[in-house]
């Protein structure tokens, strides 16, 4: 399975960007994705996740009512929405299919397959 990820760029404060996952494989549609950011020197950290179905989903705190995940199984993509975008928002995005089939998990070790990352700068 390979991952791309797209989108990023920059925005002003208040603005909006949606990032794109795109893969290869087949079983990409069969298990959950995430999204994870990634501030300069810290460890990546969980943003939001989809079931296989896209049925479920599960969102850090943080970004709870400004960002939308979905997915588009007949196209193989997974998208982040993301409005309402803060300074605080600015990071390295990266997409993640989950190595188990049922679980939106919150913790990037439960992700097996990553995309390359794609920045996403917020002006104020």
């Known amino acids: 399975v390979q991952l791309q990820a797209s989108g990023g760029g920059l925005v002003q404060a208040g603005g909006s960007l949606r990032l794109s996952c795109a893969a290869s494989g087949r079983t990409f549609s069969s298990y959950p994705v995430g999204w994870f950011h990634q501030f300069p020197g810290k460890e990546r950290e969980f943003v939001a996740a989809?079931?296989?179905?896209?049925?479920?989903?599960n969102y850090a705190d943080s970004v709870k009512g400004r960002f939308t995940i979905s997915r588009d199984i007949a196209k193989n993509t997974v998208y982040l929405q993301m409005n309402s975008l803060k300074p605080e928002d600015t990071a390295v995005y990266y997409c993640a299919r989950a190595s188990g089939r049922f679980s939106t998990s919150r913790s990037a070790v439960d992700y097996n397959y990553w995309g390359q990352g794609t920045l996403v700068t917020v002006s104020s």
């Open positions: 989809i079931s296989w179905s896209g049925g479920l989903t």
